[in-house]
């Protein structure tokens, strides 16, 4: 079960829940289970999924909930609290330690070398001195393709042409990184097609010479509870401090990221969401089981468009919707920004209470049919929509290839659109705006 699937299953015994006035023990133990299944489909290890929901059932059963005037709201947040504990870590962050010298390792696969480059990307952004090592010597051309990485990143790569020994390559690095005066170096390990011992050895000897301060296992985020099984394997030779789960998106078997954490006793760090050099994320267990639950992820949204989008034009828009002078050209204007985002469907699944699109709607041809009939609108019609009458209406649409009803509800759309985007706005931080939006003070 994909993590679409897992959030709709969930949101759909949270809906049934705030359906009835009060709990009992009876609908309880039936959400309880519906709730197990889920995460069993989704691949969470059976022994967490038990344990999780044996915890939710006694929480949910307790006599302050079941006497609670919202039961159902209660209980997801006894579900929100027990997910955020799957995740439970002493240390949530890499060390600030610099020179930081990380080690990757995992099986061939599971994206390693792709993350080491957007590892090298990560740090670069937040004005980092980076340095890649090509250490997989057993691979054809993964020299190669971390070369290729670093330079998309702009990064140096290390390499030592005719070394065989990952050792020395380790040895060699560790001087040119000190002659460098790099403040984070990023060691790309070996790897196999499967776990042995073989490989297990040669990491811990690389691991003695390069006196790693992160060991950073990449794994398989679709694999589900194979990536447990191997993180278990490598963390029984190797320290490792943390995990990254490559290919996880909307599509991935999410229980993997669920179990990880309480089966292995190693934190996540990062997501890996997308083919991109810039598609790593920092894991924020919050963000994620927000997500999960049809909270949204706001903050996120918002992180995400500071770094598409110019200050001024951020400005220039504040400034309309405190004067309540935004219309339809910015609205215009907006989309073109949106699409900076990412795929459409990915955007609204990070606000709170927005339905996911259905996989058969086409959401490129949704924006393009908006854009055609604001298109076909006038200056004044566009910075006016209230002087849109019947006949205007029948003429934007004709000019458009829409319908006026698809007009119409483009328009109340916008005005919806218009009043959260006030919101958010009065909200100023980030955070603030997450209070704001969810209702809270």
């Known amino acids: 079960m994909s993590l679409d699937l897992l959030k709709e299953k969930l949101q759909g015994v949270f809906k049934t829940l705030r359906g009835y006035g009060k709990l009992s023990e009876s609908n309880v133990a039936d959400a309880v289970r519906e709730v197990r299944l889920a995460l069993l489909a989704a691949d969470v290890n059976y022994q967490v999924a038990k344990e999780f929901c044996d915890e939710v059932k006694?929480?949910?059963?307790?006599?302050?909930?079941?006497?609670?005037?919202?039961?159902?709201?209660?209980?997801?947040?006894?579900?929100?609290?027990?997910?955020?504990?799957?995740?439970?870590?002493?240390?949530?962050?890499?060390?600030p330690n610099r020179p930081l010298r990380i080690l990757l390792c995992g099986l061939n696969g599971a994206g390693k070398t792709t993350t080491a480059g957007k590892l090298a990307m990560w740090f670069r952004n937040r004005k980092q001195h980076v340095v890649l090592v090509a250490g997989d010597l057993a691979r054809p051309a993964?020299?190669?393709?971390?070369?290729?990485?670093?330079?998309?990143?702009?990064?140096?790569?290390?390499?030592?042409?005719?070394?065989?020994?990952?050792?020395?390559?380790?040895?060699?690095?560790?001087?040119?990184?000190?002659?460098?005066?790099?403040?984070?170096?990023?060691?790309?390990?070996?790897?196999?097609?499967?776990?042995?011992?073989?490989?297990?050895?040669?990491?811990?000897?690389?691991?003695k010479v390069w006196e790693a301060q992160e060991t950073l296992l990449v794994a398989d985020a679709a694999t589900g509870q194979t990536s447990v099984k191997v993180a278990q394997a490598f963390h029984s030779r190797v320290p490792l401090t943390g995990l990254v789960l490559s290919k996880f998106d909307a599509d991935t078997r999410g229980?993997?990221?669920?179990?990880?954490?309480?089966?292995?006793?190693?934190?996540?760090?990062?997501?890996?969401?997308?083919?991109?050099?810039?598609?790593?994320?920092?894991?924020?267990?919050?963000?994620?089981?927000?997500?999960?639950?049809?909270?949204?992820?706001?903050?996120?949204?918002?992180?995400?468009?500071?770094?598409?989008?110019?200050?001024?034009?951020?400005?220039?828009?504040?400034?309309?919707?405190?004067?309540?002078?935004?219309?339809?050209?910015?609205?215009?204007?907006?989309?073109?920004?949106?699409?900076?985002?990412?795929?459409?469907?990915?955007?609204?699944?990070?606000?709170?209470?927005?339905?996911?699109?259905?996989?058969?709607?086409?959401?490129?041809?949704?924006?393009?049919?908006?854009?055609?009939?604001?298109?076909?609108?006038?200056?004044?019609e566009r910075s006016r929509p209230a002087v849109l009458n019947a006949r205007r209406r029948q003429r934007i649409a004709r000019g458009s290839g829409t319908s006026v009803t698809e007009l119409n509800e483009l328009l109340h759309r916008f005005e919806e659109m218009k009043k959260m985007m006030q919101r958010l706005t009065r909200g100023g931080s980030p955070d603030k705006m997450l209070r704001n939006l969810m209702g809270k003070r």
């Open 58 to 95: 006694k929480k949910a059963m307790g006599a302050e909930v079941l006497a609670s005037i919202r039961p159902g709201e209660q209980f997801v947040k006894i579900v929100h609290d027990e997910l955020l504990a799957c995740f439970s870590s002493d240390t949530t962050e890499l060390t």
């Open 142 to 207: 993964a020299i190669e393709q971390l070369q290729v990485l670093g330079k998309q990143v702009g990064v140096t790569v290390l390499t030592f042409p005719g070394e065989k020994s990952p050792e020395t390559v380790a040895k060699l690095a560790r001087e040119e990184i000190t002659r460098l005066r790099a403040e984070v170096a990023i060691f790309d390990a070996a790897g196999r097609l499967d776990v042995d011992d073989s490989l297990l050895a040669e990491l811990e000897a690389v691991g």
């Open 255 to 380: 229980g993997a990221a669920l179990s990880f954490q309480r089966v292995t006793k190693v934190p996540i760090r990062f997501l890996g969401t997308g083919e991109g050099s810039d598609a790593l994320e920092l894991f924020q267990p919050e963000r994620l089981v927000s997500r999960l639950l049809g909270m949204g992820d706001i903050v996120g949204l918002v992180e995400k468009a500071q770094m598409e989008f110019d200050a001024v034009s951020t400005e220039k828009m504040t400034e309309k919707l405190a004067k309540n002078s935004f219309d339809l050209q910015d609205f215009l204007d907006q989309i073109k920004m949106m699409r900076k985002l990412g795929p459409l469907q990915n955007v609204l699944g990070m606000i709170p209470g927005m339905p996911k699109i259905p996989d058969s709607v086409d959401s490129e041809k949704s924006l393009r049919r908006v854009e055609a009939m604001i298109r076909s609108m006038t200056p004044g």
